[in-house]
């Protein structure tokens, strides 16, 4: 395997989609949807928006998930439910409440526009400690990370700066390819 | 008092510590909860009978008020008007249960307090944690007016007013005012005021709520003030009656006992009450005007006025009984608060179940049917349809049930055994089922106790810390 570092794998900071402090879900979304019209030239598939301070620092980032449970329909029901999800209540029982209580009064369509205008520090994930890992580590070692969180992604410093981001799916795809050319060696050596 | 305040600081760093990943700090809770003057005006006193090993060991200590019975050790703590009660306590060469392990005790349990501070805190039962058997511990940790820590090893932990950990072991906790938590094993969780949760993993889950805005009324804790609401001005206003059977040195039944029956020396009997055979009254129990019918229990904190028990009722730790009448082989549990009035009682039916920390508090009339299960805030009808079940239809329960503020998950059936087995051993270990010959319990064992007290240090760096003490046989 080739003994990458993890500046070798990261999504530039530059090139990744990013929303200031402020915005709201539906920016977050388009900036999400510009950054994928880049994609069509560049490599970066994105699935996540980086939420920027006014000095440019990451605060915090909106993924998928996020983005999903922004969306989720809320009363004072289904607050509850979230609540009590921590007491030891399985999976399956808790989608059934959230099914049970799902407010029948909401259209799609008021809810969508609702959650859109909701500003991003509402459901962003802040970066914990263990989602920091700096450009020259050893992948290796940016593995046990991604491992540990577990994480979708870490961020990739240099000094105080953040300057790219390292995604499990980058990280998953260096290891597939690397373990192919092994194992295409091994066949191309014993025949 | 310099030492005093060393032992109280020192408790509550280490507390906040433990608590420190919730970022919970105790100190503003805590601070002024007790004036300092209360700590070295009151004795401390222990029991001595044949039944219970005797093994004290106090140091570094304030056990104001405080009573102890059963192997017990303290160090570093402040134990304010607590009952540390040993006397349901493994004893050596018994078999402790647990899943599929049969385990021998190899010595008597002690329980085992350091680094605490306990405020009108009871300490009851036994370890259930299968990994410390032998030393029942409360470590780091603080408890405020009528908690209770039952059968519930706490390490790093603090306990609201009127909270309840049953059964449980728990880490870095904080358990909410009137909160009620018996599920095996917890760490580190916020539980908030007026949680009651009874879960056995895979086996069932029950969970109620409190609406906040109706639980403040009757207890109400935020930082800086004493704890506020219903709840303690109703013990308040009582709180002098207790003075003269803590003053007085020889104190006589003030109506008759069957022989077979126990009255705490400490308990408060007001007239017109009757006592039945194999009763037990605790220490810190209040009952005025009323009929305790045969095998009927008061524990600890307990009080019941103007009401009749018709036998084989339990009223668990720190219950109150007001205006009501009780059918046989009802069970009310700890902390609950059911206030009838004279012209508009509550009337429960036999072999009811009322949840641990359940308040049913009307102006009108209420009938609980028998064989009911009662949970949560009941104010009327409505509430009661609301917040109970009849125990058959939760038995039929195999998935999921929710009804208002309560959720369930698991087997109906087996929450319902589980109850009724715990209630039959209550009613045995308190002695209800007593023959004259076989079968006794605390009503019988608890008859003669002797009690000695202990004071501090009145003046001076050490005042208000009781010297290291050892007793033993």
């Known amino acids: 395997m ?113 959650a859109g205008k909701r500003p991003v520090e509402e459901f962003m994930q802040k970066p914990s400690a263990g989602e920091y890992v700096e450009e020259n580590t050893p992948l290796e070692t940016a593995i046990y990370q991604l491992v540990l969180g577990p994480h979708l992604s870490l961020l990739v410093t240099s000094g105080d700066d953040i300057v790219g981001i390292l995604r499990l799916s980058d990280v998953f795809a260096a290891i597939f390819h690397t373990m192919k050319q092994i194992q295409t060696k091994k066949l191309h050596n014993q025949g | 008092m310099k030492e005093l305040e060393k032992v109280l600081d020192r ?7 433990n608590l420190r990943e919730l970022g919970y700090d105790v100190k503003p809770f805590v601070s002024n909860l007790v004036a300092p003057g209360q700590m070295v005006k009151f004795y401390a ?67 085992d307090i350091e680094d605490s501070f306990l405020i009108k805190t009871l300490v009851h039962n036994y370890s259930h944690d299968p990994e410390t ?17 039952h059968g519930s090893p706490s390490d790093g932990c603090f306990l609201g007013p009127f909270a309840t950990v049953d059964l449980t072991t728990m880490r870095d906790c904080v358990i909410g005012a009137y909160s009620y938590v018996q599920a095996g094993e917890i760490n580190h969780l916020h539980i908030d005021p007026g949680t009651v949760w009874v879960r056995s993993p895979d086996v069932f889950n029950f969970f109620y709520q409190y609406p906040s805005d109706k639980l403040n009324k009757y207890i109400y804790f935020q930082a800086g003030s004493p704890p506020q609401g219903l709840f303690i001005d109703f013990v308040e206003d009582r709180k002098e009656a207790f003075q003269r059977v803590f003053d007085v040195v020889n104190m006589e039944p003030s109506i008759p006992v069957p022989k077979n029956s126990s009255l705490d020396r400490f308990s408060v009997i007001k007239p017109h ?52 009448d009780l059918g046989k082989n009802t069970f009310v549990g700890f902390n609950s608060f059911l206030r009838g009035m004279p012209d508009n009682r509550i009337a429960i039916g036999k072999e009811s179940v009322i949840m641990p920390h359940t308040i049913i508090d009307v102006k009108k009339p209420l009938s609980i049917p028998e064989g009911r299960l009662v949970w949560g805030i009941v104010t009327n009808e409505e509430d009661l349809e609301e917040n109970s079940i009849s125990l058959n239809d939760l038995s039929k329960i195999v998935s999921y049930y929710s009804k208002g503020n309560m959720y369930f998950e698991g087997s109906g059936k087996r929450f319902v055994s589980a ?9 045995e270990a308190n002695g209800a089922f007593f023959s004259g010959e076989q079968k006794k319990g605390h009503a019988q064992k608890n008859q003669n106790i002797s009690f000695n007290t202990i004071q501090p240090y009145p003046l001076g760096e050490l005042e208000g810390l009781y010297p290291t003490i050892m007793i033993r046989p």
């Open chain 1, 2 to 114: 080739e003994n990458f570092i993890v500046k070798d794998l990261m999504v530039p900071l530059s090139e990744y989609a990013t929303v200031p402090e402020g915005s709201t879900l539906f920016e977050a979304i388009m900036a999400l949807e510009k950054a994928q019209e880049q994609f069509q030239m560049t490599q970066y598939h994105h699935r996540a928006v980086l939420v920027l301070d006014k000095q440019n620092r990451v605060i915090g980032k909106v993924s998928q998930l996020n983005v999903l449970l922004a969306i989720e329909p809320q009363n004072e029901q289904t607050k509850k439910i979230n609540d009590i999800s921590k007491f030891g209540f399985s999976d399956p029982f808790i989608t059934y409440l959230k099914k049970h209580y799902r407010p029948d009064d909401v259209s799609i369509e008021d809810l969508y526009m609702k």
């Open chain 2, 11 to 17: 408790i509550i760093q280490r507390v906040n510590i």
């Open chain 2, 45 to 111: 006193f222990y029991g001595i009978t044949p039944h219970h090993p005797l093994n004290f060991q106090f140091k570094r200590t304030n056990l104001a008020g405080s009573y102890f019975l059963g192997k017990c050790q303290v160090t570093n703590s402040l134990l304010y008007k607590s009952d540390i009660r040993g006397d349901e306590l493994k004893k050596k060469d018994d078999i402790f249960r647990f899943q599929d392990f049969e385990i021998q005790i190899h010595k008597d349990e002690e329980i």
């Open chain 2, 133 to 149: 058997l032998e030393k029942f511990f409360i470590k780091d940790t603080i408890s405020t007016h009528y908690a209770n820590i």
């Open chain 2, 273 to 324: 009450t009757q006592i039945s055979e194999n009763v037990l009254v605790a220490q810190r129990a209040y009952i005025q005007n009323s009929f305790l019918g045969k095998g009927a229990n008061a524990q600890e904190n307990c009080y019941i006025i103007n009401s009749k028990l018709e036998g084989y009722n339990i009223t668990a730790h720190g219950a109150k009984i007001i205006e009501a």
């Open chain 2, 419 to 427: 109850f009724k087995d715990r209630i039959q051993h209550i009613l």
